[in-house]
């Protein structure tokens, strides 16, 4: 009778341990599951237009080709960080560089290739994410030299990249999405030029200038006239944009505002998920707003 009993008994603790194992691996599951919206799918798309030119824009306090490397550092350092903070079986986190159209030089798409970085719970490591970190900090730098001795500035088309890219090279499921764009805030490409109405696919300083808004109703002038850019894409509900350097021209007092009112409008009609446009700044004044940006959900 005893030894019935003490079987009975194992038979019954061997079913609870058991249980609560597999509530275990349940909650697990379930923590996993919550955590995906954790995992970053980040890109940066690059402006290699004559904006980066240290020869036709100078900046004697700090060059803007400088100023991008800064804040492609800031980004990696964020991206580093962020993967530091997560579990072994939770890494799942991306990270990449474009430019479109890319340039012709091989070397520079060569250097872009290398800066497409994949760490998962596979391959995660402290040696990885050092390297990634160090990778981001030095080859953005060798593109910038590349493209600015090669001295073939082809413009940035930066329209269509959002017309027919974004979606296949930024936006994934169970990723939050971030695309970092490093622009001037002026866009243009020749083979993009595009105009319907007063909407329009590119702004240069000269548009701004012929639709007067270089005045300070330039606002009721816009809106009256629907200024603004051609709609590129119904929906980027999944993807969250950080613009860094906007550089206006100095010649307009309200440049910066016009600018400014163009893309939020942009990205408002393509239902851009959340957004922040930020002028050209130190790299060590924007550090804190990236790494906020990115942080922050």
């Not at 872009?112 to 050092?130: A, F, G, H, R, Y």
């Not at 309200?254 to 009609?269: G, L, N, Q, R």
Request: aromatic share 12%.
């Amino acid at each position: 009778m005893k030894t019935t009993f003490k079987i009975i008994f194992l038979i019954l603790t061997s079913l609870v341990i058991q249980s609560c194992k597999d509530n275990n691996k349940e909650e697990d599951a379930e923590k996993v599951t919550k955590d995906v919206s954790n995992n970053l799918n980040i890109s940066i798309l690059l402006d290699l237009s004559d904006r980066i030119s240290p020869t036709k824009f100078p900046n004697p306090t700090m060059e803007y080709y400088l100023r991008d490397v800064g804040y492609i550092n800031s980004v990696a350092e964020a991206f580093s960080y962020h993967i530091s903070t997560k579990k072994v079986r939770q890494a799942n986190d991306k990270i990449q560089l474009f430019f479109d159209p890319p340039p012709f030089n091989p070397e520079i798409n060569k250097i872009s290739k290398d800066l497409k970085i994949e760490i998962n719970n596979k391959n995660v490591s402290k040696e990885l994410t050092t390297k990634t970190k160090t990778t981001y900090a030095n080859s953005p730098l060798k593109i910038y030299q590349l493209a600015i001795r090669d001295n073939n500035y082809v413009g940035s088309d930066t329209w269509k990249f959002f017309k027919n890219k974004i979606n296949d090279y930024c936006v994934e499921d169970n990723y939050r999405n971030i695309l970092v764009i490093l622009t001037d805030g002026y866009i243009y490409f020749q083979n993009s030029k595009m105009k319907e109405e007063n909407q329009t696919s590119y702004l240069t300083p000269e548009v701004i200038r012929s639709s007067n808004l270089n005045k300070s109703n330039w606002s009721e002038i816009m809106t009256n006239q629907k200024y603004g850019f051609i709609p590129a894409n119904d929906d980027l509900s999944n993807i969250e944009i950080l613009v860094l350097g906007i550089n206006p021209d100095q010649k307009n007092p309200y440049e910066e505002d016009v600018i400014k009112a163009y893309w939020s409008h942009w990205f408002e009609t393509m239902k851009v998920k959340r957004y922040e446009i930020r002028v050209s700044e130190l790299p060590s004044n924007m550090d804190k707003v990236i790494k906020d940006f990115i942080k922050k959900e």
